[in-house]
């Protein structure tokens, strides 16, 4: 963990943003034009979230984390469920993905692609155009393949990752804010 220097002055900008509808933006990343994000998602440092040419919607709890990227192509809108994860510098375009998945680090899920709920996709897996991966798959490498079912244990992981996220942004916003966690409240039972 990195010290604040004393002689230097505090950076006073807010690190990390209480949105309206409830969620949470870091002051780097970028969300654009026609997007819609749920209730305690948030979108983590260096995150871009393009809608310029098709609507992106993003649901509750759910958490695009650094340097992420979703983008759209004119006929394929992109939709993420809630509690889903998309972890650091995937990449997710024109697609949907359901609850409660797991989109793990450097994946990429081309135009078209369908995420049934309960999915994980591996770090570095590419799901190409198109494809539909039924619900509660474990996807892995390129092209991404179906490797196995996902277990109750793992879906509930994926539900506890998304809830840890929210409680991070929580912490990142109150830290930088001067407001107290309470207001926000806990987020949903699970």
């Known amino acids: 963990m990195t ?3 004393p002689r230097q002055p505090a950076n006073t900008e807010p690190m990390m943003s209480l949105m ?6 870091a002051s780097n990343a970028i969300v654009v034009d026609h997007v819609t ?5 948030s979108v983590w440092f260096g995150a871009v979230i393009r809608g310029d040419i098709a609507p992106i919607t993003i649901g509750k709890y759910t958490n695009i984390q650094d340097l992420a990227c979703v983008h759209i192509d004119p006929d394929a809108p992109n939709r993420i469920g809630n509690y889903v994860s998309v972890a650091h510098h995937a990449l997710c375009h024109g697609d949907e993905i359901g609850d409660f998945c797991l989109i793990g680090m450097h994946a990429v899920l081309m135009g078209g ?3 049934g709920e309960g999915c994980i996709i591996g770090a570095g897996a590419i799901v190409t155009e198109n ?4 619900p509660r798959s474990l996807v892995l490498g390129i092209p ?3 490797v196995r079912q996902v277990t ?11 809830m840890t996220y929210f409680e991070n942004a929580k912490r990142w ?7 107290p966690d309470k207001p926000l409240g806990k987020g949903p039972g699970m």
């Not at 994000?37 to 998602?41: A, L, T």
């Not at 494809?131 to 039924?134: H, L, Q």
């Not at 916003?173 to 407001?179: A, D, E, L, Q």
């Open 131 to 134: 494809k539909v991966i039924p």
């Open 173 to 179: 916003y109150t830290r930088n804010s001067g407001v």
């Open 152 to 162: 109750e244990q793992e879906v509930e992981h994926a539900k506890w990752r998304a």
């Open 37 to 41: 994000v749920g209730e305690g998602s």
């Open 3 to 5: 010290m604040h220097d």
């Open 144 to 146: 991404g393949k179906v």
């Open 113 to 115: 692609s369908r995420i």
């Open 20 to 25: 309206p509808g409830g969620w949470f933006k």
